[in-house]
């Protein structure tokens, strides 16, 4: 069973930094991309940045220059620093991520989400 636990949500002050992690657990035969997502009230789940196995990064413009995405593949970890927060970076944040428990299947699993709200 994977599970896909996170971590570092809360509230923020605008200009503020917080740090999201996200630890894969369970049967691991290979993480090919995981990623960040996240979901507003009223809006749809967007992508904000993913990571593939050789640390090829992907951002939302929204995002870039203020968002680092990064991963220890010895922890089966991803992470999301979150610089120079703004009001609308409020939203539930998700980590997902491509797994393959063995090396005929692959599957892709979300965490539970944590709540990042930025107000002051």
């Not at 491509?98 to 692959?106: G, N």
Request: charge should be positive.
């Amino acid at each position: 069973q994977v599970q896909l636990a996170e971590s570092g949500g809360g509230l923020v002050q605008p200009g503020g930094s917080l740090r999201l992690s996200c630890a894969v657990s369970g049967r691991i035969f290979k993480i090919n991309v995981m990623g960040w997502y996240r979901q507003a009230p009223g809006k749809q789940r967007e992508l904000v940045a993913d990571i593939t196995i050789g640390n090829t990064t992907d951002y939302a413009d929204s995002v870039k220059g203020r968002f680092t995405i990064s991963r220890d593949n010895a922890k089966n970890t991803v992470y999301l620093q979150m610089n120079s927060l703004k009001p609308e970076d409020t939203a539930v944040y998700y980590c997902n991520a491509e797994i393959w428990p063995s090396a005929w299947s692959r599957n892709f699993y979300w965490g539970q989400g944590t709540q990042v709200t930025v107000s002051s």
